[in-house]
């Protein structure tokens, strides 16, 4: 299960997600569906765990991910598969 509380996520004054609540049980598949920018990719990135969020809670099979140590989180991450449009996964991140 995944269940996102209260997400929040903000570049300098560019809010992204803003309050964000959603659970996926098991078994159950989540379409998210929205124009150019409007937070679906960070939505993503935040649940797996690949950025921060600002405030909220993401927790996966009893994992929270926005507290989790760094080999929790691999635990967590070593059992979802994602696949980033157009190199979404590396668009905000530096080298």
Known sequence: M???KNLYK???KKHVLCGVDLT???GETLVVIGGSGTGKSMLLKN??????????NIIIDGTDVTKASKQE??????????LFQEAALFDSMTI
Do not use: A, R
């Open 2 to 4: 995944i269940k996102v």
């Open 47 to 56: 649940i797996v765990g690949l950025i921060k969020p600002d405030k909220g």
């Open 24 to 26: 996926v049980n098991d």
């Open 73 to 82: 989180l691999f635990n967590v991450q070593k059992n979802i598969g994602y």
């Open 10 to 12: 903000s570049f300098g």
